[in-house]
């Protein structure tokens, strides 16, 4: 089981970054209005990621780290109808059993709480425990069984900014969670959790890059779009500032990213990318997030349509907002 678990571990984590965003998504699937993520030497020594969600009881808690004891799924069918983000059940036993880390969880209702200690995915304490409501998930060590796995990452500088990178996407996919980033010791990242995009724009990339932000909006048949998108004035050299959800998660999706490049280059020379955020609403069954394992690129059961929507819809924000 320890084996198989570090299998899926290949797939599911292949850098620190992926662990971030496996334990983000669950605390915001906990229902969580405020999540912390504090990392050290780019995740590779320490991730710890508190969330004031729904909290686990021990029993649950025991259970999230055997695979595919996924709470969000009840049966094959439903995997079609997925409304939460995580869905496989495989996110943290995977991680568990490549690193030395800790659960420390109570529901709000319960009294106390429950800490399990865990070592390349053997359970070696559990205990009750006065912890705050919520969870806490510590990842110290990571791929300190898996050598091999962990030549394959880069300086601590290219870890922790593709970290800071994720995060800050996480944030915009989730504006009514107050996000908060903790690199070495220095906070780098934190947001209002109003609920309000903008804001959210505001506190990543300051407030002069907001206020040169068009707001995007298109109602289609089953899909609902609104974003935000920087002015021909502000436009960045790298994708790395284009963040794409859908129904709250983060994902990348070829089709989308070639539908922007199109419209904004029909309109204005090539010469960088706009700074964007774009989120998507559409029924679960319209998408397909098993694609890859890491849920990243998503295909869309009819991607004219979604070519077509991004597509004017980007044209028509450049045409009647800008000056
Ligand atoms: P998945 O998210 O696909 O269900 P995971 O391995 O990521 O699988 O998590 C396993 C289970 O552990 C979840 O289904 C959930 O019940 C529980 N869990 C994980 N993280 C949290 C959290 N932060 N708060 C509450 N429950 C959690
Ligand atoms: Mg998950």
Redesign the pocket.
């Known amino acids: 089981e320890v084996t198989a678990n570090q299998i899926a571990a290949g797939e599911v984590v292949e850098r620190p970054v992926n662990v971030v965003k496996?334990?983000v998504?669950?605390?915001v699937?906990?229902g969580?209005h405020e999540v912390e993520i504090e990392i050290a030497d780019g995740g590779m020594t320490y991730i710890r990621?508190t969330?004031n969600?729904?909290?686990?009881t021990a029993e649950?808690a025991k259970?999230?780290i055997i695979r595919h004891?996924?709470?969000?799924?009840s049966n094959v069918d439903n995997i079609y109808h997925i409304a939460?983000?995580?869905?496989?059940?495989?996110?943290?036993?995977s991680i568990m059993s490549v690193s030395r880390s800790s659960i420390t969880?109570r529901r709000p209702e319960d009294v106390e709480g429950t800490v399990i200690d865990i070592k390349g995915g053997v359970v070696e304490d559990v205990h009750a425990a006065g912890t705050p409501a919520?969870?806490t998930?510590e990842v110290r060590e990571l791929f300190y069984n898996v050598p091999a796995r962990k030549k394959f990452l880069k300086s601590e500088r290219t870890e922790s900014a593709r970290i800071n990178t994720m995060v800050g996407k996480l944030a915009l996919a989730n504006p009514d969670v107050a996000f908060r980033l903790i690199n070495n010791g220095r906070v780098v990242i934190e947001t209002p959790g109003n609920g309000r995009l903008l804001d959210v724009v505001s506190a990543l990339y300051g407030v002069k890059t907001a206020g040169e932000m068009l707001e995007v909006k298109e109602e289609g048949e089953n899909i609902f779009l609104n974003g935000l998108i920087s002015k021909p004035s502000l436009l960045k050299s790298s994708r790395q500032f284009q963040t794409l959800i859908i129904n709250r998660r983060v994902i990348e999706s070829s089709v989308i990213s070639k539908a922007v490049d199109n419209a904004y280059h029909s309109l204005l020379p090539k010469n960088g990318y706009p700074l964007l955020v774009l989120s998507f609403d559409v029924p679960p069954e319209s998408i397909d997030v098993n694609v890859h394992p890491q849920k990243r690129e998503i295909k869309f059961s009819d991607e004219q349509m979604a070519f077509r929507t991004v597509y004017h819809a980007v044209l028509r924000t450049l045409t009647s907002q800008s000056d």
Do not use: C, Q, W
């Open positions: 496996e334990l998504e669950n605390s699937d906990a969580a990621v969330d969600g729904s909290g686990m649950d259970m999230s004891a996924t709470s969000k799924i939460s983000l995580g869905f496989r059940g495989e996110a943290l036993p969880t919520g969870t998930v």
